[in-house]
């Protein structure tokens, strides 16, 4: 068994990973270009030069290309969001730059996002944000808030420390919806909102520390540890 996985890594040559690249990005011109619905794995392999075995090789359906992407975009951010995580330590700029370069990578893929969201919406498709097979992705996200939280000067109250990542993922969330509607300049209004909701949040999570604030955190934790995706089911009732 040993021997087979080593196998496997061993064919990663910079050749399959150059045409795993070639699909992908061919595939995102053609969901622009014709929607994501029209565009079939037949017509991504013509346009991509490659045979249809091949497509489905690197890529064994659509919804597997378009995890591919949201892997990608998690990547780019990362690596584009690394002078906000070393620089700031104020909680307000950090988040503030956080999205802001989210919004920034993402940019690109605006004109065709809400062909994906039409998709991504039903609870049962594996490209909702929720699903099983976005965990990666998902993940990544949530490993950027993390790092947000950990290097500013703004420390939150205990009980919410390790849920605060999540949290805020599920805030990014929200701005994604509002982008993917946002036909403004360069998305200038979610930009807007990025600035004027940053403090609030930044705020928020300093007033946790509050004694007189301590029942309504632990009323948040208790909600935060039911429903928010990949928390241990049934905790907050036996709580």
Known sequence: MVKEVKAVKETRTPR????????LETA???FQERGYDRTTMRAIAQEAGVSVGNAYYYFTNKEHLVQGFYDRLAAEHAAAVR????????LAARIRGVLLTWLDVAEPYHRFAAQFFKNAADPESPLSPFST???AAREAVI???RQCLAGSDTKADRELAELLPQLMWLMQMGLVLYWVYDRTERTGRSRRLVERSAPIVARAVALTRFRL????????HGVLVE???GAPAGRARGA
């Open 83 to 90: 002078p906000v995580l070393d620089g700031d330590r104020d």
């Open 143 to 145: 490993s950027i808030h």
């Open 16 to 23: 399959s990973e150059q045409t795993r690249t070639l699909i």
């Open 227 to 229: 429903f928010l995706p």
């Open 213 to 220: 604030l301590r029942p309504l955190v632990r009323q948040v």
């Open 28 to 30: 995102l011109r053609l």
């Open 133 to 135: 097979e976005s965990t």
